[in-house]
């Protein structure tokens, strides 16, 4: 019997294949959007996938001002932060984090869907989000996919 047959394969730096994605938001739902970007992002959609090591793809979100929240949650759901000083909790409603920042709402909703470590970190810097239809990443030739 061949014993290289069922030795497991473990990916690292150097034997990953990363590509990038290009995701369209429109229309979509935020939660079901992020966690199938978080999937992509993390590698758990590849066969190689490899829980220590950065294995998953760059995706860009381009239309991310158009995606949707079910229910109330666009008006009633809160993002909590804090300023460090006494006092300084801050609630901002994605309403109104939409009309400062529409990118920030799927980089946080994808941000709390990654692992909380240093390679959590890292994984992130592999999401883009913009607003609108247009990248700056053309010249990396991202393949589009339909979630």
Request: proline share 5%; net charge positive.
């Amino acid at each position: 019997m061949n014993t290289l047959s069922y030795k497991t394969v473990s990916a690292n730096a150097k034997t990953v294949n990363k590509q990038w994605i290009v995701v369209d938001a429109q229309g979509e739902i935020l939660g079901r959007l992020s966690s199938k970007i978080a999937m992509i992002i993390r590698g758990k959609n590849k066969p190689e996938y490899t829980p220590h090591v950065d294995c998953g793809d760059n995706v860009i979100v381009i239309n991310a001002d158009k995606v949707k929240l079910t229910g109330n949650k666009f008006s009633e759901k809160q993002y909590v932060s804090y300023t460090g000083y006494p006092g300084g909790q801050r609630f901002i409603s994605p309403k109104e984090l939409m009309a400062k920042h529409p990118q920030r709402v799927i980089e946080k909703a994808v941000r709390g869907m990654l692992p909380k470590t240093k390679l959590g970190k890292k994984l992130y810097t592999n999401l883009f989000v913009y607003a609108g239809e247009s990248h700056p990443h053309s010249a990396q030739s991202p393949k589009t996919i339909k979630l």
